[in-house]
């Protein structure tokens, strides 16, 4: 059942992906290519747009966001750069690009942007959630487990300096908590912090209000104890959904001794090439190129 719901993702039209002679985006860690989405009417509006104001920082920033959409991270790269260049104080270039870095999987160029920005913006949840990611994914568990509790145990005020929409660490929601608790209690995990990342899981329960982060939730939850391998089969989740849910239960796997189950799980959801860019995606591609239980396998 497993295998049936990761794979009934991978069915996108392959008219939306840039692959027939193009150039891939990446080469991935255990070498493969992957692919972009073609060009739409949003993107060619956001060039025009561009093209008459080239050194426009927001105009770069919002053309660079709309190659993002498409994956065609090889486009955004280079504007969020030029963007540091005309502005080398402005907080969202460094943590866009180090966003996109993750992506390619160059996870030190990640760490450093996103460290240069919590300089410049200490309290965005955004920013402290992809730095300890890109660390997490490095394999830096215990700076990881903290760069998340910066953000969860941020007790100051919330700056009124951040970009417009981007959240702040002072009051968070339980939407942005779930996320970052999923990712600091595997971080604890695989740091050996079990007794920090067991009291995590307390103020976890069923019915928190939790919309864009379901899967996580359902993570949790299966972390508690209160889920266990029958929460494939009963989620409605699909797609990146998938990857945020499925890699926490591979993780959990490893974490306990049962890599059998952990590596099977690992190579089910890297099948997935329309999802490269997710972060379980990515995460359990990291896990599969180690030198670890899945190497041999």
Not at 70 to 87: C, D, T
Not at 123 to 146: K, T
Not at 253 to 270: E, H, P, V, Y
């Amino acid at each position: 059942m497993i295998t049936t719901i990761l794979l009934a993702v991978c069915v996108v039209g392959a008219n939306l992906w840039e692959q027939e002679g193009g150039k891939p985006e990446i080469v991935s860690l255990l070498g493969k290519a992957y692919f972009s989405k073609l060009a739409d009417d949003e993107l060619r509006a956001a060039e025009k747009a561009l093209a008459g104001k080239p050194d426009n920082p927001d105009l770069l920033i919002a053309t660079g966001r709309s190659y993002d959409r498409l994956l065609q991270f090889s486009r955004s790269i280079p504007l969020y750069s030029r963007v540091i260049r005309l502005q080398p104080q402005d907080v969202r270039a460094y943590r866009y690009r180090g966003h996109r870095y993750i992506s390619i999987r160059r996870f030190d160029d990640a760490i450093r942007d996103l460290k240069r920005a919590e300089k410049l913006a200490p309290d965005s949840f955004d920013v402290l959630y992809h730095l300890a990611l890109a660390q997490y994914l490095r394999g830096r568990f215990g700076e990881a487990a903290d760069s998340y509790g910066r953000c969860l145990e941020y007790r100051g005020a919330g700056s009124a300096a951040l970009p417009k929409d981007w959240r702040s660490c002072a009051g968070l929601d339980d939407e942005s908590r779930v996320a970052m608790l999923n990712w600091r209690y595997a971080a604890l995990r695989r740091a050996g912090r079990h007794e920090q990342a067991r009291r995590l899981l307390d103020a976890i329960h069923e019915g928190l209000p939790v919309k864009e982060n379901v899967a996580y939730l359902q993570a949790l939850l299966y972390y508690k104890g209160a889920r266990r391998d029958g929460v494939f089969e009963t989620s409605q989740l699909t797609g990146s959904s998938l990857m945020a849910l499925g890699y926490p239960i591979a993780n959990f796997a490893l974490i306990n001794g049962d890599s059998a189950k952990a590596c099977d799980l690992f190579r089910k959801l890297i099948a997935d090439d329309q999802n490269w860019n997710a972060f379980g995606f990515i995460a359990a591609e990291v896990e599969l190129s180690r030198g670890g239980p899945c190497k041999s396998r």
